[in-house]
């Protein structure tokens, strides 16, 4: 049985690391300016979040949203 959540989780993140790429950001500066921000997260939490392995808060979906100027339909369908 494939778990549904698991499967939105990877879409989601290889829509931002497709995102975060074309915007020529590296997950070190994506995850700076998330932290200037208030957004308690590390390169390697990003890395995480990227790769579906681990879950991806509203304030950091919020903040990656305005960092990298782009709508939640490319976050979430990769429009």
């Known amino acids: 049985m494939i ?3 698991k499967e939105l989780e990877k879409t989601i993140g290889n829509n931002i690391k497709k995102l975060r790429e074309n915007a020529n950001i590296t997950q070190d500066i994506l995850s700076a300016k998330l932290q200037l921000r208030g957004v308690d997260i590390t390169r390697s939490a990003l890395a995480k979040i990227e790769v579906g392995q681990r879950h991806i808060y ?4 919020l ?5 990298l100027n782009v709508d939640f339909d490319a976050i979430f369908y990769g429009k």
Not at 58 to 61: F, S, T, Y
Not at 63 to 67: D, F, G, L, P, S
Request: aromatic fraction near 0%.
């Open 58 to 61: 509203p304030d950091e979906l």
């Open 63 to 67: 903040a990656i949203k305005e960092i």
């Open 3 to 5: 778990n549904i959540n």
